[in-house]
């Protein structure tokens, strides 16, 4: 009796085996070389199967096109406590700033370049504060301040076009959401200080769900 199941095991063990080995073959033969393979079935890649759309449906976003790369960044004016602006600055800043007004602004500190290359109106526009200034007086949006920063950072901003610096959020699959400079840098501030590890790597935490 025993050596009967084994006789049909066996049988059945080459059947599948034979079937698998088959399929194998067939799948062989549809592609010529494994480069084939790898081009028909990276076809629909991008685009149709996978997408993003559902994990960043909650966010605010803006869609930038520059030198050929779409993608999108947070929206920043909805961030910005002090916007609009024009809540208190409604008059050209020369005639804000007379004993009349109180200084204000007192919590922002500009270190970012010396003060012959840089002071608050190389940025801001004191005609207009609602919207960012660039060097040669063209208005910027609050959400595009990273053209702002590449005026002067190209390097960095050349590998953020092209995904090197900065982050990309939520998911890998297209559409693409990248971090903007000022969501890393402040920008009257935006050097990164250097910093220890919050703890050394002798501990064993279970981190990840
Ligand atoms: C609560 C009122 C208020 C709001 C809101 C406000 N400002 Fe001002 N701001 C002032 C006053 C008053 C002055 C003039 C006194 C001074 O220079 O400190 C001023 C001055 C400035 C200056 C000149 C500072 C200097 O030292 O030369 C800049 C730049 C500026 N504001 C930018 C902004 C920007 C950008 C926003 C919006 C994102 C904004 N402010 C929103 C009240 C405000
Ligand atoms: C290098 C360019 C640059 C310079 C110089 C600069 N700012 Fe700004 N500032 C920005 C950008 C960009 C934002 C928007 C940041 C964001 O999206 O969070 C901003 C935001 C602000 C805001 C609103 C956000 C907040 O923190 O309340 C105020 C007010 C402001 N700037 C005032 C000033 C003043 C005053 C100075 C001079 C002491 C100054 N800025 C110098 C680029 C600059
Ligand atoms: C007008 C030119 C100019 C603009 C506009 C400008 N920067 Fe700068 N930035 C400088 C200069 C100059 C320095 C100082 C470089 C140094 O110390 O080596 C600097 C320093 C920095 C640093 C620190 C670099 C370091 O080595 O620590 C960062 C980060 C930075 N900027 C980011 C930004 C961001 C983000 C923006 C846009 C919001 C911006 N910058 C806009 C000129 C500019
Ligand atoms: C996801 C966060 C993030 C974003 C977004 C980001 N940066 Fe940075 N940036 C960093 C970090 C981290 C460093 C490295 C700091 C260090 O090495 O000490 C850095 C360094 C820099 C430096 C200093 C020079 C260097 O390479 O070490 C500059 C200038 C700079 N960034 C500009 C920009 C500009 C301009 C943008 C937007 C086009 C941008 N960054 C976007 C995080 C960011």
């Known amino acids: 009796m025993n050596n009967y199941f084994q006789y049909i095991y066996k049988i059945s063990y080459c059947l599948v085996l034979t079937v698998l080995l088959a399929s ?51 929206d920043r004016k909805s961030k910005i406590e002090s916007y609009a602006c ?6 050209p800043l020369a005639k804000m700033q007379s004993k009349e007004f109180k200084k204000a602004h007192w919590n922002i500190e500009l270190k970012h370049a010396d003060s012959l290359t840089m002071n608050c109106l190389t940025c801001h526009n004191g005609q207009d504060m ?3 200034k ?16 590449s005026q002067c950072h190209q390097k960095q901003y050349k590998d953020w076009l092209g995904g090197a610096h900065g982050k990309r959020i939520r998911s890998w699959a297209p559409p693409r959401i990248s971090m903007t400079c000022v969501n890393c840098h402040n920008p009257h501030s935006p050097s990164l200080e250097s910093r220890w590890p919050a703890r050394f790597n002798t501990q064993k935490i279970k981190e990840r769900k």
């Open 24 to 74: 194998c073959k067939h799948n062989e033969e549809k592609y010529h070389s494994v480069t084939d393979k790898i081009n028909a079935e990276s076809k629909n890649y991008h685009g149709t199967s996978i997408s993003s759309k559902k994990y960043i449906e909650d966010l605010k976003t803006v869609e930038i096109n520059e030198s050929g790369h779409t993608f999108l960044i947070p």
């Open 86 to 91: 024009t809540d208190c600055h409604t008059k």
């Open 130 to 132: 609602n919207h960012l």
């Open 134 to 149: 660039s060097l040669t007086a063209e208005s910027i949006d609050f959400n595009n301040s990273y053209k702002l920063c």
